[in-house]
């Protein structure tokens, strides 16, 4: 059963940091593409983060410079180191990978950025 799990969550002042986790099993992790999303209420699902199997990132305009994606293969997690947070980073976030051409998303974690 291929399982991603989020965790890291949390209610967070403006300007402050925090440290997202997406557990991963069931698959090969290490031969896959990694990614965050995240969807704010009322909004499309919105492209974050993403790193390749080999290491390489890219990411989304708004978080450039501010956000880090990394992952640790040994754990099977990938991270989403988040620094600079605005109000406008609120939002549930999503870990997401594709398998067999399908997405397999987890149930996400809420990020709430505080004024």
């Known amino acids: 059963q291929v399982q991603l799990v989020e965790s890291g969550g949390d209610l967070v002042q403006a300007g402050g940091s925090l440290r997202l986790s997406c557990a991963v099993s069931?698959?090969?992790?290490?031969?896959?593409?990694m990614a965050w999303y995240r969807q704010a209420p009322g909004k499309q699902r919105e492209f974050v983060a993403v790193?390749?199997?080999?290491?390489?990132?890219n990411y989304g305009d708004s978080v450039k410079g501010r956000f880090i994606i990394s992952r640790d293969n040994a754990k099977n997690t990938v991270y989403l180191q988040m620094n600079g947070l605005k109000p406008e980073d609120t939002a549930v976030y999503y870990c997401?990978?594709?398998?067999?051409?399908?997405?397999?998303w987890g149930q996400g974690t809420q990020v709430t950025v505080s004024s």
């Open positions: 069931g698959l090969d992790f290490s031969s896959q593409h």
């Open positions: 790193i390749t199997p080999g290491g390489s990132t």
């Open positions: 997401k990978t594709t398998l067999r051409g399908e997405p397999r």
